[in-house]
């Protein structure tokens, strides 16, 4: 069975602080990994997704997250917070066989302190 | 490009009724999919489809109906609403298996009351 945990419902940085949203995940077999932004009142929106290339993916808006096999882990990290990424995050994960189904985490919501 | 579209946006019934929601891609995407978001669950996987005429159950599909006569079209209905029901419900599509990104549609509001 698959299955992500997302440590934190909430966080706030300040503006340009460095973000850091956690994501531990458990499979059976090799996963993939995904990382989605929900702004409010919308649809998610992918960030960007591991596929078992690189272990460090670059995604939209200066977003990047580091596949860690040993800890088991796909944290999500910004250098720089911007106002406007203020949204709920997920972390996602599916296995390399069979449906393309997709098993989210709880979600983080990121505050941006002015 | 229209993407997924998702109808209605925004819906209240009283429990009992049977409501559908539609949901159309314009991707000719094979993959269609059908999640709930509820505060504290993140998303939850109601039904799938892989192609036209083949459907799947998610994690959460009791008191859901699904069907895949077209491959642009999965609408979702409850056959019987109850409160428990009252969710944000998004539509996705991808265009192949496993490791392809998954698209979703803007969600579409439900409460029974």
């Known amino acids: 069975a698959q299955s992500v945990t997302q440590l934190g419902s909430h966080v706030s940085v300040s503006e340009g602080a460095l973000v850091l949203l956690r994501c531990n995940y458990s499979?059976?077999?090799?996963?993939?990994l995904f990382w989605y932004v929900q702004y409010p009142n919308q649809g998610l929106q992918l960030l960007l997704k591991y596929t078992s290339a690189a272990t460090l993916v670059k995604g939209i808006n200066g977003f990047e997250a580091e596949f860690k096999k040993s800890e088991t882990s796909f944290h999500l990290t910004k250098p720089s917070a911007h106002m406007s990424d203020a949204a709920e995050y997920f972390c996602?994960?599916?296995?390399?066989?069979?449906?393309?189904?997709?098993?989210f985490g709880t979600g983080t919501r990121l505050t941006v302190i002015p | 490009d229209a993407g997924i579209t998702q109808s209605p946006r925004y819906k209240i019934t009283e429990t009992g009724r049977q409501v559908t929601l539609m949901c159309h891609q314009t991707w000719s995407h094979s993959y269609m999919f059908w999640y709930r978001q509820d505060l504290g669950h993140g998303l939850r996987l109601i039904y799938y489809s892989a192609a036209a005429d083949i459907t799947d159950k998610g994690e959460v599909p009791d008191g859901y109906v699904v069907s895949r006569s077209k491959t642009e079209n999965f609408p979702l209905t409850l056959e019987s609403a109850t409160r428990s029901q009252t969710s944000v419900y998004f539509c996705a599509s991808s265009p192949g298996i496993s490791g392809n990104t998954i698209y979703f549609g803007e969600g579409s509001w439900l409460t029974v009351v």
């Open positions: 996602a994960v599916s296995v390399q066989t069979g449906a393309n189904n997709l098993f």
């Open positions: 499979s059976s077999v090799p996963p993939y």
